[in-house]
């Protein structure tokens, strides 16, 4: 815990160092003289992109052209089973709403001093 506060007081002063430099370069810029205008240098222009010759598609079959699939074979039907019955459930015991009181017995008496 020592070793995160120290850490944490470091990255705090080297923070604020930064930011005390940070507005000393920036008065400084401020108080600069214009920059003068550079030239600007003319570019030429860029070559055209040649155009490339188109790939022939080839035409697929339509839709209604295609042979019918075959139909599925009936599935075989599976023999029943006997149901299994299952016994009655056991009844849950009842609790008892009024819970018996504890009798408490009373403490000894101190002997009182004279």
């Not at 430099?21 to 040649?50: C, D, E, F, K, Y």
């Amino acid at each position: 815990m020592g070793y995160f506060n120290c850490i944490a007081l470091a990255f705090l002063m080297a923070l604020s160092f930064s930011s005390i430099n940070v507005g000393q370069s920036a008065r400084h810029l401020q108080q600069l003289p214009p920059m003068p205008t550079l030239p600007t240098a003319t570019l030429p222009p860029l070559p055209s992109i040649p155009n490339l010759p188109q790939p022939t598609i080839p035409t697929m079959p339509r839709p209604g052209a295609l042979a019918p699939l075959p139909t599925m074979p009936a599935l075989p039907t599976l023999p029943s089973v006997p149901r299994a019955t299952l016994p009655p459930l056991p009844s849950m015991p009842t609790v008892p709403a009024i819970i018996p009181s504890i009798p408490f017995f009373s403490p000894p008496l101190s002997p009182s001093t004279p």
